[in-house]
């Protein structure tokens, strides 16, 4: 595959791979949990159940990179390990039975994800797996990639020992994309969305069999069957990382959003893709610009908010329109109040000209103004409670937007004006 001229540049692999196989207890000395690390091991030998860190903590300390996560595996008594762990680190603890996981939040907020090894079968393609206990030969073996296949022993007796029986550590060195078995993309479809992600984001190639299983996969629409929940989940976790816009343009490139889908997006899509990524848009308003965009139905698990934001870009132009028309600060305030500030965030770095101009201003200053008389100030005054009261304090707010009132005795002065002359009326 191809990859984008965005795509992390390859860099020399670091000096640990000049250690020898197997004890690796120096590179597990360089993670900043090494202390954090060695006491897990020590509450699985209490338990009598081995641990070993694995996956993409492993990977990243191989590569000599920073990894926000910590995955653990443990080969039984799962549950107890869970409950131990966040006894001993006074921790919250969730716990899954179904899926043989749970988590342990600890007191200084440090996430420890947990799992006790297992196997996996599909039913059939696509679905979620059956899992059952196995050791961690077999838990291994069942991940997407080698590169994700490897662990390491924290058990006190072999802390630091390297776990790699299915190649990972030579694909690392010649940076590359595996899958470990030929029905690795159909088992699991999402494997073709965090093969390209984690191609691109570490710079590696994707190797040529795993990149013909994957185009496969795709041209059989394979990708179809999978929830919109489960593609929504990996949409999310794209739009959180730094080179999210090579990702999606290798997405498209393969075809996998059109087999999703059957959506090819618009050109216009990856420019104010690009627009944002360059304004440093937070991951949520990324994900909320590419939802404006999809075919969504009430299948789609999306937040109300989310569905809000996304459906005022699909309804801006009427507004923009306006706001164009428009220089009175108060005219533009009630034109861009109703919606909401994601949705603002966007237009306003993916819009030209003066609209955008006109929504920065209204989100650093405009919606900022309060007025000094209040709702307690008005009952004071002796108007009786009611619908009024919003009617006069929004009048009070536009004359404060437009300049007409400074402080608040010009407030007041303006309340009266607008009491008397309801009365009058």
Same mark, same amino acid.
């Given at each position: 595959?191809?990859?984008?001229?965005?795509t992390?540049?390859?860099?020399?692999?670091?000096?640990i791979?000049?250690s020898?196989p197997?004890?690796?207890?120096?590179l597990?000395?360089?993670?900043?949990?090494?202390?954090l690390l060695?006491?897990?091991?020590?509450?699985?030998d209490?338990?009598?159940?081995r641990?070993?860190?694995v996956g993409?903590?492993?990977?990243?300390l191989?590569?000599?990179?920073?990894?926000?996560?910590?995955d653990?595996?443990?080969?039984?008594?799962?549950?107890?390990?869970?409950?131990?762990?966040?006894?001993?680190?006074?921790?919250?603890?969730?716990?899954?039975?179904?899926?043989?996981?749970?988590?342990?939040?600890?007191?200084?907020?440090i +996430?420890?994800?947990?799992?006790?090894?297992?196997? #996996?079968?599909?039913? *059939?393609?696509? &679905? %979620?797996?059956? @899992?059952?206990?196995?050791?961690?030969?077999?838990d291994?073996s069942r991940?997407?990639?080698?590169?994700?296949a490897?662990a390491?022993?924290?058990?006190p007796?072999?802390f630091?020992y390297?776990l790699d029986?299915?190649?990972?550590?030579?694909?690392?060195?010649v940076?590359?994309?595996r899958?470990?078995?030929?029905r690795?993309?159909r088992?699991?479809?999402?494997?073709?969305f965090r093969?390209?992600?984690?191609?691109v984001?570490?710079?590696?190639?994707?190797?040529?069999g795993?990149?013909g299983?994957?185009?496969?996969?795709v041209?059989?629409?394979?990708?179809?069957?999978?929830?919109?929940?489960?593609?929504?989940?990996?949409l999310?976790?794209?739009? +959180?990382?730094?080179l999210?816009?090579?990702?999606? #343009?290798a997405?498209? *490139?393969?075809? &996998? %959003?059109?087999a @999703?889908?059957?959506?090819?997006p618009?050109?216009r899509?990856?420019f104010?893709?690009c627009?944002?990524?360059?304004?440093?848009?937070?991951?949520?308003?990324?994900?909320?610009?590419?939802?404006?965009?999809l075919?969504?139905?009430?299948r789609?698990?999306?937040?109300?908010?989310?569905?809000?934001?996304?459906?005022?870009?699909?309804?801006?132009?009427?507004v923009?329109?306006?706001?164009?028309?428009s220089?009175r600060?108060?005219?533009?305030y009630?034109?861009?109040?109703?919606?909401?500030?994601?949705?603002?965030?966007?237009i306003?770095?993916?819009?030209p000209?003066?609209?955008?101009?006109r929504?920065r201003?209204?989100?650093?200053?405009?919606?900022?103004?309060?007025?000094?008389?209040?709702?307690?100030?008005l009952?004071?005054?002796?108007?009786?409670?009611?619908p009024?009261?919003?009617r006069?304090?929004?009048?009070?707010?536009?004359?404060?937007?437009?300049?007409?009132?400074?402080?608040?005795?010009?407030?007041?002065?303006?309340?009266r004006?607008?009491?008397?002359?309801?009365?009058s009326?």
């Amino acid at each position: 595959m191809a990859r984008s001229s965005c795509t992390a540049k390859k860099q020399t692999p670091p000096a640990i791979w000049a250690s020898s196989p197997g004890t690796l207890a120096d590179l597990i000395v360089r993670c900043q949990h090494t202390e954090l690390l060695g006491r897990l091991g020590r509450i699985g030998d209490r338990l009598g159940t081995r641990v070993f860190l694995v996956g993409g903590p492993v990977r990243d300390l191989l590569l000599g990179r920073e990894s926000p996560d910590l995955d653990i595996a443990v080969e039984s008594r799962a549950r107890q390990f869970c409950n131990a762990v966040g006894l001993e680190l006074g921790g919250r603890t969730t716990f899954h039975s179904r899926f043989l996981s749970g988590s342990v939040t600890t007191s200084v907020g440090i +996430r420890l994800d947990i799992n006790q090894t297992r196997t #996996e079968t599909y039913a *059939r393609p696509a &679905v %979620l797996p059956t @899992v059952r206990p196995a050791g961690i030969e077999a838990d291994l073996s069942r991940r997407d990639f080698s590169v994700n296949a490897i662990a390491l022993s924290l058990a006190p007796s072999s802390f630091g020992y390297l776990l790699d029986p299915l190649g990972g550590r030579h694909d690392l060195q010649v940076r590359r994309i595996r899958v470990l078995h030929d029905r690795s993309f159909r088992d699991d479809p999402t494997r073709v969305f965090r093969a390209i992600r984690f191609a691109v984001r570490l710079g590696f190639d994707i190797e040529p069999g795993t990149l013909g299983l994957l185009r496969e996969s795709v041209h059989d629409n394979v990708l179809a069957r999978l929830t919109p929940e489960r593609v929504l989940y990996e949409l999310r976790l794209i739009c +959180r990382e730094p080179l999210v816009l090579p990702i999606v #343009e290798a997405l498209i *490139r393969e075809r &996998v %959003l059109r087999a @999703v889908w059957d959506w090819t997006p618009p050109k216009r899509f990856l420019f104010g893709l690009c627009r944002l990524v360059q304004h440093g848009a937070e991951p949520e308003l990324l994900f909320i610009y590419w939802l404006s965009f999809l075919p969504v139905t009430e299948r789609f698990p999306i937040r109300r908010e989310e569905q809000e934001a996304a459906g005022w870009l699909n309804r801006f132009e009427p507004v923009r329109e306006a706001l164009v028309r428009s220089s009175r600060a108060s005219t533009i305030y009630r034109l861009l109040k109703p919606i909401p500030e994601p949705a603002l965030r966007i237009i306003a770095a993916v819009e030209p000209g003066a609209s955008a101009r006109r929504i920065r201003d209204y989100l650093d200053r405009l919606a900022q103004v309060r007025t000094e008389l209040t709702g307690k100030d008005l009952k004071k005054m002796g108007v009786e409670p009611g619908p009024h009261y919003r009617r006069i304090l929004d009048q009070l707010l536009y004359a404060r937007l437009d300049g007409k009132v400074q402080n608040r005795d010009d407030e007041l002065s303006l309340c009266r004006r607008l009491l008397a002359r309801g009365k009058s009326g």
